[in-house]
């Protein structure tokens, strides 16, 4: 599938994600866990599409001769939001060595994801553990979680839920990530969306400490 249908795919189940809950959906808690399995799929394929196009339009560049300070600094500006950041100074680090090492490096490459560090059982690496907690607390969902833990009933989870939705779409528009598919998601909105559904399924993994039950794999 193309880079293309992939974001448009993203932004739609984003935009749903945000809005008012389909009336087939039993409860905010079903169409809540529902809606992260979508996005987090369509955010990874994004970024494994995205990363791929980047470092093939500069092993390009590569190939034609000697690359300018310039070109270096546009690859690292792309590969800022989409790798580790131990994958980064390594990149970084190799830009003096020769085309070999550069290529061999930029094929190692992965797409970072604070999605799949939140849905780890044990900690996750300690740079995604930090960003994903800084956007937890962006989003406001300790007082969620608290609320849920004091009281795990339907009618308390459906309504923090909900407000978690509200706040990620307050989140989206303050970091300016586009919910039309006219736009086009940048490197740094898909690092915005991918820390707000990590902080989305920290806020399940918390909910399922109170209600002891596999909620977030649902």
Not at 99 to 122: C, M, Q
């Amino acid at each position: 599938m193309a880079k293309m249908e992939h974001q448009l795919m993203l932004i739609a189940s984003l935009r749903a994600f945000t809005g008012e809950i389909p009336a087939a959906y039993a409860s905010q808690k079903e169409f809540f866990i529902t809606s992260l399995q979508n996005m987090a799929e369509h955010l990874y394929n994004l970024q494994k599409e995205t990363l791929k196009e980047t470092c093939e339009s500069f092993d390009v560049q590569l190939g034609k001769g000697k690359i300018t300070e310039k070109e270096i600094a546009k690859l690292k500006d792309a590969l800022d939001k989409l790798i580790s950041d131990k994958d980064f100074r390594m990149v970084c680090a190799g830009m003096t060595g020769s085309k070999e090492l550069i290529k061999k490096r930029l094929s190692a490459l992965r797409p970072v994801s604070l999605t799949g560090e939140a849905r780890k059982a044990g900690a996750g690496a300690a740079d995604a553990e930090r960003r994903i907690m800084e956007t937890y607390a962006r989003l406001r969902f300790q007082p969620l979680a608290e609320q849920m833990n004091a009281a795990p009933n339907d009618r308390v989870i459906d309504e923090a839920l909900m407000k978690a939705r509200a706040e990620v779409a307050e989140y989206c528009c303050l970091y300016h990530v586009p919910l039309n598919e006219d736009d086009t998601l940048t490197p740094f909105s898909l690092s915005c969306v991918d820390a707000a559904i990590a902080a989305c399924y920290r806020l399940l993994s918390n909910l399922h400490k109170a209600l002891g039950t596999g909620i977030a794999e649902r």
